[in-house]
């Protein structure tokens, strides 16, 4: 009988699962919008990995659940994403001592230990400055899908200034540059830079230290990523999946229940 | 946590701001006097001594917030918007039954809140300095107090003689020792009650209008729970970490934060808070000057409206030490200027004493439940 670990990560936006062997290696993992349904997309999530692999519910020995939808998630433990965050992490990049993680609803940045503790974190406030949710409102309001962002970004020679920070006077500033004439690529320049600058902020106020490890959803954006490593002045290191760092720290804990 | 059977006593402190609207209905209809405070710099021993009733007025819901911003602006703390919807709508019953109202210069929003709150209310604004050490501040401050004993002489048409204002200083001196016996129960290893608990009877005591009563009243509590501790009976985990709390004054819906933390598998030993320890630890000096001892004790308040706020740190150090606090956790209003800037003196203090510090800032909403949950979670974590 295999013996399979899951790390669920029930998040804003999207849910992640990762399953681990007895060795800690990734067996499989995957994604999917969550949402409203987030623990019955979670389920379903885990059980089609598993079947895909040819597994059993049984040959789940332990399972760690984590992100916003973690509490009533079936899991023997939850852990919050933070610690999750950190154990991922410092498992792909022992050398990791701060982390940027931009998710949906919120950002966060965490200082590790050399061993991999936690030493202090921060999170943004009670607004979408600085999250996926600031990227999609600026999206929808160019008319660009999400995943353009980053490319068009790249184009620009300039980025244009978006000087407001509230997600909901920023749009306005951005439609007011459109009805001026400026480029979608000058525009999306600036709205990397904006979501970069806000984050950058809460990163010095909790102290950056190299090695630097950018992940959550947001890392996928190539324009958000090239602003913060101007903005913190560092270079980023970032895993291939960004999106399910945490959901394999919570496979780590899982291991080791 | 596990629910636990709570000593009704308890209860009785739970209900006490209901309980309280009655209590005052009738104090006002044998003829009584009602003075309503907002801060803890109000010298109730004042209104105490003119024989009337000093009544907290600090709102703690969001209720009353859309009434306020027509007026007050949007972005300003929520104890101030609140207190005043409560004032203008009339939907507090204790700013209602007050015939007085006494306010200090303490924060901005406050003090320009009070010139609109007094164009309405029959309300007696006190000059708070902001600066405890000098004697220029200390003399004003001193002055202030006999400003604020002519006024309640005055609206309440009574004469204060030394021996109402001494025995008013003694009663109030008696509760402050009572309640500071009953927070220290919780130095205990594991502490006999939680936080909640704890919170509970801090806040309620403040809506029990007859002080000997009351004393009496939190001397059983004590004695109760000092016996179920004889008996050996353990309502917190001895394992549960134990937090301190400061900052921003908290009650009702910041209720939420030590809701979050014990839920987390911690426990609030102690509040250093202005509904907790603060106002209660330092006594009035009862072999001075009346007066002078009043204005020399209140003026020691360590609040973020003063600069430099060194009692503050001091008070948190010397808690930290005395309740074995594992980890210091700073509740913060939004748009509470002073407490938000002072964090950073705050960090940096804990920091060089190697006690874990996190600060919170939220406000009368539940919409942040869920992060609150996440950043309390991962700051245990982090001290497991």
């Known amino acids: ?257 | 946590m596990s629910e636990i059977k709570l000593p009704s006593q308890f209860e009785s402190f739970g209900d006490a701001r209901k309980q309280g609207f009655i209590a005052v209905k009738n104090l006002k209809e044998q003829g009584k006097k009602v003075a309503g405070v907002f801060c803890t710099y109000a010298p109730v021993e004042l209104v105490l001594a003119a024989g009337a009733v000093p009544i907290g007025l600090c709102a703690f819901s969001d209720e009353t917030i859309p009434e306020a911003e027509k007026e007050l602006p949007r972005n300003l703390c929520p104890l101030v918007k609140s207190s005043y919807g409560f004032a203008i709508t009339d939907k507090c019953p204790y700013m209602y039954f007050s015939d007085l109202m006494i306010g200090e210069t303490t924060c901005d929003g406050k003090k320009k809140m009070y010139e609109l709150l007094g164009e309405i209310k029959n309300l007696h604004v006190m000059q708070l300095p902001q600066t405890q050490e000098d004697e220029a501040s200390q003399e004003l401050w001193y002055k202030e107090v006999l400003r604020l004993k002519e006024r309640i002489e005055r609206d309440f048409g009574v004469t204060i003689t030394d021996e109402d204002i001494k025995r008013a200083i003694k009663l109030k001196n008696e509760e402050r020792k009572v309640l500071k016996e009953f927070y220290e129960l919780s130095k205990a290893c594991p502490p006999p009650i939680t936080g909640s608990e704890q919170l509970k009877v801090l806040y309620g005591s403040q809506f029990k209008f007859d002080q000997e009563a009351k004393i009496q009243e939190i001397r059983e509590l004590i004695e109760k729970i000092k016996a179920d501790m004889a008996n050996g009976v353990e309502n917190v985990s001895k394992s549960a970490k134990r937090i301190l709390i400061t900052g921003c004054p908290l009650a009702g819906v910041t209720e939420k934060i030590v809701k979050a933390i014990e839920e987390s598998g911690g426990v609030v030993v102690a509040y250093e808070n202005c509904i907790g320890i603060k106002p209660i630890e330092n006594l009035v000096d009862e072999t001075m000057d009346p007066y002078k001892a009043i204005a020399d004790r209140y003026l020691k308040i360590g609040c973020s409206v003063m600069t430099p706020n060194n009692n503050r740190l001091e008070l948190l150090s010397r808690l930290v030490k005395e309740f074995k606090v594992d980890g210091v956790v700073e509740m913060t209003l939004q748009a509470c200027h002073t407490y938000n800037l002072e964090t950073a003196t705050i960090r940096k203090h804990l920091q060089k004493e190697d006690v874990p510090f996190i600060s919170i800032e939220t406000d009368y909403s539940t919409s942040d439940v869920a992060q609150l949950k996440t950043r309390l979670a991962a700051f245990f974590e982090m001290l497991a």
Not at chain 1, 69 to 93: M, T, W
């Open chain 1, 1 to 257: 009988m295999a013996k399979i670990f899951a790390g669920v990560d029930i998040g804003s936006l999207t849910v992640k699962v990762v399953l681990l062997n007895e060795d800690k290696e990734i067996i499989a993992y995957d994604s999917a919008r969550g949402g409203y349904q987030g623990r019955d997309v979670a389920t379903n999530l885990l059980e089609k990995l598993l079947a895909q692999h040819g597994l059993h519910k049984d040959d789940v020995q332990g399972t760690v659940a984590t992100g916003y939808g973690r509490v009533n998630f079936p899991a023997e433990k939850d852990v919050s994403e933070i610690s999750c965050q950190a154990r991922g992490i410092h498992y792909l990049f022992p050398g990791a001592r701060t982390i940027i993680d931009i998710g949906g609803q919120d950002s966060k940045v965490i200082q590790l230990l050399p061993n991999g503790r936690v030493g202090e974190f921060a999170m943004n406030d009670k607004c979408a400055a600085g999250t996926g949710r600031f990227l999609e409102v600026m999206a929808s309001a160019l008319e660009v899908n999400l995943q353009e962002i980053g490319d068009y970004a790249a184009k620009a020679e300039n980025a244009t200034e978006i000087s407001s920070f509230c997600t909901v006077f920023a749009e306005s500033e951005v439609i007011t540059h459109v009805s001026a004439g400026k480029p979608k690529e000058e525009i999306l320049a600036g709205v990397c830079y904006s979501v970069a600058s806000r984050v950058a902020t809460l990163a010095q106020r909790v102290g950056i230290m190299p090695d630097v490890v950018f992940t959550g959803g947001v890392a996928c954006n190539e324009g958000v990523k090239k602003a913060l490593a101007q903005e913190i002045n560092q270079p980023l290191l970032t895993y291939e999946e960004p999106v399910i760092t945490a959901a394999l720290g919570a496979a780590l804990y899982a291991v080791n229940l």
